[in-house]
């Protein structure tokens, strides 16, 4: 496995604790680098490490655990679970939260892209919010049998 990549999954192995230090993503990212998830889309590395920053700002832990990683030419692509605790999530008990990362490289990731289910994350750990969205999986999920 790529060097870059060992240490990408280092740093996100304990995110709540590094993302006070965005002076670490000079290592990992590209000046020009490119963020997406489901919410943001962010361009450059100044850009990113304020986003990082803001992030962290209700999480109370956060750490990603990598499954099996797809490698090659200059992409990789990340399954992960990531376990958090945030402030204004499920009460601030811990979560957990599959995803995927597909990175583009040469020296350092130019090119992030995260694949999650926001809905899961967010909507149904609002209260009266996830009820609905909750029963509307379970509906639709239904739907097909």
């Given at each position: 496995?790529?060097?870059?990549?060992?240490?990408?999954?280092?740093?996100?192995?304990?995110?709540?604790?590094?993302?006070?230090?965005?002076?670490?993503?000079?290592?990992?990212?590209?000046?020009?680098?490119?963020?997406?998830?489901?919410?943001?889309?962010?361009?450059?590395?100044?850009?990113?490490?304020?986003?990082?920053?803001?992030?962290?700002?209700?999480?109370t832990s956060c750490?990603?655990?990598?499954?099996?990683?797809?490698?090659?030419?200059?992409?990789?692509?990340?399954?992960?679970?990531?376990?958090?605790?945030?402030?204004?999530?499920?009460?601030?008990?811990?979560l957990?939260?599959?995803g995927?990362?597909?990175?583009?490289?040469?020296?350092?990731?130019?090119?992030?892209?995260?694949?999650?289910?926001?809905?899961?994350?967010?909507?149904?750990?609002?209260?009266?919010?996830?009820?609905?969205?909750?029963?509307?999986?379970?509906?639709?999920?239904g739907?097909?049998?």
């Amino acid at each position: 496995m790529s060097g870059l990549i060992t240490e990408l999954q280092q740093y996100y192995s304990d995110f709540g604790a590094v993302a006070a230090d965005p002076s670490l993503l000079d290592r990992l990212y590209d000046e020009d680098v490119i963020f997406c998830d489901p919410v943001h889309r962010v361009e450059g590395l100044p850009a990113l490490k304020r986003y990082f920053a803001g992030m962290n700002g209700g999480l109370t832990s956060c750490r990603f655990e990598f499954d099996r990683s797809v490698m090659g030419g200059g992409s990789a692509c990340l399954p992960w679970q990531m376990h958090f605790s945030h402030r204004q999530l499920n009460k601030g008990k811990p979560l957990t939260l599959r995803g995927c990362s597909l990175l583009h490289y040469r020296e350092r990731v130019y090119y992030h892209e995260d694949f999650y289910d926001l809905g899961a994350m967010v909507y149904e750990q609002v209260p009266l919010l996830g009820t609905m969205v909750r029963g509307l999986k379970k509906r639709l999920g239904g739907a097909g049998s």
